[in-house]
């Protein structure tokens, strides 16, 4: 039956709308991972492209012969036991006291912003935090939403004095402040100052009134005794109250893990719609998130999460010995939004975004792909709008080559930006 004509315009005008605001969505075509170099998905430990993972679901599988291929219904009516030894399991690796699983960490991130603050509370987030925390924080009853500015602790203190002067509940400690960081961030694949944000945190609310809430979406896996994160890796367990560790990045999987304390994980049972009213994961779903979590354990994970440091070292060694990089840096032809001091950093993000100037990115962007490279130009409203980039991700599985021919072609693009001959490009092979 054809649409009603009124109803068809609208949604065309809206559709049209983003157009001109310069992103419309459309389903990707699939890749032939066989004639691309994958510097794109979030695969970064390759569990998924080597067969790794597939290994150890089947081994999974041969552990639970007797497993059910459907589903519970909600999980407040039914449950598995398969799915509560998970959830303990997740939460011995992660070092919490418990947890909820979740079917998408975007479901988890609306379900603790949108039930845990109550009326009077107040969330202060970095201001770059991801759209399923902008979501979540919409639906909340906090009073009070307050952005600080990106990896800023100084930022974050001055909002929340601010807070206090706004607050009397909150100076007295009778509300609380929620503080919402992420470990690594998605875009720009730089790494949360942790440590400053939990000391300025508690120095300016000294009763103890807040919670701090860690969303590891890109760090789960990649760092920390047998990959549990970022927080496990600096020891701050006991300071942030709500940790997201997503499956859906380098574990190659779905779902997510909220942990917490007991009591928010029963406020989470009885208040948030997405966990309520919706069937419980299948048993096929959990299996692939503990193979992942065997993966990351194993001798093959350990090595994994060392050669994707290594990787990633040989990639901005490989940029920095470059003679045109600091040229085209200066004149803001390609810039790396994260690494600035990368020698002299314990771990590194597999996320290296090349920022473009202006309208530029689309061009690297093909350059990209013609040269067999799969990575992702992300542009405005996902980041700002002089903020455009080609998403590079790099993986533990790309070879040195892949590296050499991904730098290459930057440069090769960067250089021709600068309206000069790229003579120097073959100094990058020189360094193999
Ligand atoms: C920081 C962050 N949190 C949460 C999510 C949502 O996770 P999921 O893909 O499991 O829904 C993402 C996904 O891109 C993310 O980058």
Redesign the pocket.
């Known amino acids: 039956m054809p649409l009603p004509r009124a109803f068809k315009k609208g949604l065309q005008a809206a559709i049209e709308r983003r157009r001109q605001e310069g992103y419309v969505f459309s389903l990707a075509t699939p890749v032939d991972p066989s004639k691309t170099i994958d510097f794109g998905t979030n695969d970064t430990l390759s569990l998924v492209s080597s067969g790794a993972l597939r290994a150890e679901f089947l081994a999974e599988l041969e552990r639970n012969p007797d497993f059910s291929i459907g589903a519970c219904g909600s999980r407040v009516l039914e449950d598995s036991e398969y799915n509560i030894e998970l959830e303990r399991f997740l939460c011995r690796t992660h070092g919490a006291e418990d947890g909820l699983f979740f079917g ?3 479901d988890a ?1 609306v379900a603790i912003f949108g039930t845990i603050p109550q009326p009077g509370d107040a969330i202060v987030y970095d201001e770059l935090v ?1 759209a ?1 925390i902008w979501d979540g924080m919409k639906a909340s009853r906090a009073s009070i939403t307050k952005p600080f500015a990106h990896n800023d602790p100084r930022s974050l203190g001055q909002v929340l004095e601010h807070l206090q002067e706004q607050s009397p509940e909150i100076r007295s400690g009778d509300h609380t402040v929620f503080v919402s960081v ?1 470990s690594v961030y ?1 875009m720009d694949g730089d790494i949360c100052p942790a440590h400053e944000i939990v000391a300025v945190t508690k120095k300016a609310l000294p009763h103890g009134n807040f919670i701090l809430i860690m ?1 590891e ?2 760090s789960n896996g990649l760092v920390g005794p047998n990959g549990a994160g970022l927080v496990s890796e600096w020891g701050l367990e006991k300071e942030f109250g709500i940790r ?1 560790h ?3 990045k380098a574990l190659g999987t ?1 779902g ?1 893990i909220v942990l917490c304390d007991p009591l928010v994980k029963k406020m989470l049972v009885n208040y948030a719609r997405m966990f309520i009213f919706t069937k419980a994961p299948s048993f096929l779903m959990l299996a692939v998130v503990k193979a992942s979590y065997n993966a990351l354990a194993s001798e093959d994970g350990a090595r994994r999460r060392r050669i994707l440091q290594e990787n990633i070292r040989f990639f901005f060694g490989l940029l920095e010995q470059h003679p045109l990089w600091q040229k085209v840096q200066q004149q803001g032809h390609l810039r790396i939004s994260c690494g600035e001091n990368w020698t002299n950093t314990p771990w590194l993000s597999p996320i290296v975004p090349f920022v473009t100037k202006s309208g530029k990115s689309a061009e690297l962007g093909n350059k990209m792909r013609e040269n067999g490279i799969l990575s992702h130009p992300v542009g405005y409203p996902i980041v700002p709008k002089d903020g455009e980039r080609i998403r590079v991700v790099i993986h533990t599985d790309n070879s040195r080559e892949q590296i050499v021919s991904l730098v290459e072609t930057a440069m090769e693009w960067a250089s021709k930006q600068l309206e000069q001959k790229p003579t120097e490009i073959s100094s990058v092979r020189s360094n193999l």
Do not use: M, Q
Request: aromatic residues 6%; charged residues 10%; hydrophobic residues 20%.
């Open positions: 998408s960490g975007y991130n991801h399923s992420e998605s969303d979406a890109h997201l997503t499956c859906g779905t997510a």
